[in-house]
């Protein structure tokens, strides 16, 4: 089991850019796949971004591609997702989630992750 902490989240206007990190503890973190997914309000929670644990190989959601990037840091066992060109609809909580590489079938599937963040708040405006 990993514990993760979101940080990073805030207002921002649109048009500008945010840097989400997920501090891990309490297991390897290498061994880890990790993925950021959001939830806006009266949605559900839906696949941002993931990175396989070597930090080599990102995936992203057709909605943040071309101006999100993750990345991972595994000496710090932080994962970070930085978000470019915010757009009104990016306004959600945003979640990091751990799940065993060994176990994780599709990255983008919320039910490979076993271990999640409380969320932080991502507000965009225009």
């Known amino acids: 089991q990993v514990q993760l902490v979101e940080s990073g989240g805030g207002l921002v206007q649109a048009g500008g850019s945010l840097r989400l990190s997920c501090a891990a503890s309490?297991?390897?973190?290498?061994?880890?796949?990790m993925g950021w997914f959001r939830q806006a309000p009266g949605k559900e929670r839906e696949f941002v971004a993931a990175?396989?644990?070597?930090?080599?190989?990102?995936s992203y959601a057709d909605s943040v591609k071309g101006r999100s990037t993750v990345s991972r840091d595994n000496n710090k066992s932080t994962v970070y997702l930085e978000v470019n060109s915010l757009k009104p609809e990016d306004t959600a909580v945003y979640y990091c989630?751990?799940?065993?590489?060994?176990?994780?079938?599709?990255?983008?599937?919320?039910?490979?992750?076993?271990?999640w963040g409380q969320g932080t708040q991502v507000t965009a405006y225009s």
């Open positions: 990175i396989n644990r070597h930090g080599d190989s990102p």
């Open positions: 989630a751990a799940g065993v590489a060994s176990k994780v079938a599709a990255i983008s599937g919320e039910g490979n992750y076993d271990d």
């Open positions: 309490g297991s390897t973190f290498s061994t880890y796949v």
